[in-house]
């Protein structure tokens, strides 16, 4: 598990100095470098590694925690969890080479035609095989302690994990048959054409859902460690089980209100992938009334009393308090862009702009990557056997991500309502019409700034909690309910879940799919990286 944690913090922080250099070479602070694919390179690497490596391992890690703390037994398939780590390892690696040199720029969304070196692909397929064991694992374990226990509720903790594992490995069945069929075989030199546009649906078959997949772990932590940490009680386990089936069900048949101003998918396709989207928005807001409720709970139970006097009383010294208010501030903000984004209307005026960039850093590198810090804080001292005993350093680094935060991405939300275009290697600031815009580049980088002091803050607090004082630490615990509650038996097991997972992604997919695949000459000449279009 450690080994998990902090593989994929190293590869964040190296992710977060590359998104912060971006930013720096694209002010007026300094010349203009002169050559973009560099840029681009950056990128890549940066959304790689955010996108794919860091929350793959973290919810792997924390996957593996949450089957021996909360089933009470040991992990089974040992040897195959160290099997799936290394290939996430090698994968990395094997992808991050070809990047490092150049040989593919094709950021984390690969844009085909454009087409890199095969050993990219290569790479980010042993990723996701790394990550299936993972699943495969988690399904086992589950199955193997049913056995144990006939009849019995699944822990909460336990079933959300399941729900998450299940959820990534058919979501990312698209980008794998993305890569598998169109791409690699171009990559290799088998053939010279591609469907782009076949191959973009494919990827929004787990553009969007995977954003749920890296979610999990933070509304894990929402729902099982918040509680518990600040003195509380869940308020309810029935809302934050149907809260995690509602989000396997709903996140797969959405990711097409990325591709709203793509021509090869219909209008009627999209409008039924902007009603889902909307859908999603339920699990969210059955979150933030359960969570609020129980943080509530634990403010009146440690003497608050009125409307909102026990806002008072709640441990704001606790840095797991401070993270979920901090995660919720930013999950509002983030999560009001994401209806201007599956608007169908409101999608002209923002797509492919610098609010798409503050929409997802809002909600991924906001929201949720504050609740994989405090995961990581809850953890350590029973992962170590020592005490993380810097609770100061704690707080100022969880302030600094915050404010660094808001800096970053409100500024990106603005000039996107104005029109600057994402993904530009760089501005010509001697234009009248973009110079105003300047003052937001530099207020980004500043935010930047902030999130790399705080990314290094984190590591210093982990690093120093291996050198601490051996501590007797009592069992580990995850949050308990106010009430006894009888857990409804569809909210006890996925089959039903998962066949209607399974169906709406049929359902909304299918159809674009096959018309696509039916249509005549719809390939393109592949262009290499590297070469003149």
Known sequence: MLWHFWIAFVAFFIALVLGEWQMYIRSPLRDWIGNPELYYRSVTAHGSAMGYVFPTLVAMGFGYAIVELSLKQSLI????????????????????????????????????????????????????????????????????????????VVPLPMFANVAGAYLWAWTSLGAAIEILFQILPVALGFRHTIDAGLARVFFSWTLHAIVYFWLMPAYIAFYTLVPRAIGGRLYSDTMARLSFILFLVFSMPIGVHHLFQDPQVGSGVKFLHAVFTGLVSVPTLLTIFTITASVEIAGRLRGGTGAIGWVKRLPWHNPMMLAVAFSFIMLGFGGAGGLINMSYQLDFAIHNTQWITGHFHLIFGGAIVIMYFAVAYDLWPHLTGRELKNGRAMRWQLWLWFVGMIVLTFPWHVVGILGMPRRMAYFDYSDPHIAPQAITVIITFIGGLLLVISGLLFLLVLARGHRS????????????????????????????????????????????????????????PAVPIGSQP
Do not use: C, D
């Open 77 to 152: 398939g040992r040897r195959w969890a160290w099997a799936g780590f290394g290939l996430v390892v090698v994968g990395t690696i094997t992808a991050m080479i070809p990047v490092s040199m150049g040989l593919a720029s094709v950021l984390y969304t690969f844009y085909p035609p454009l087409i890199g070196n095969p050993f990219y692909y290569i790479g980010v397929v042993l990723v996701v095989v790394g990550s299936w064991i993972w699943v495969a694992l988690m399904s086992v374990n589950l199955r193997a302690w049913r056995k144990a226990h006939p009849g019995a």
């Open 469 to 524: 004082s051996l501590v007797e630490l009592p069992e580990f615990t995850f949050s308990q309910t106010v009430h006894a509650e009888r857990t409804p038996a569809a909210l006890n097991g996925y089959a039903i879940w998962l066949a209607l997972m399974i169906g709406l992604s049929v359902v909304n997919y299918g159809f674009p799919i096959m018309q696509l695949m039916a249509l005549p000459q719809t390939s393109v």
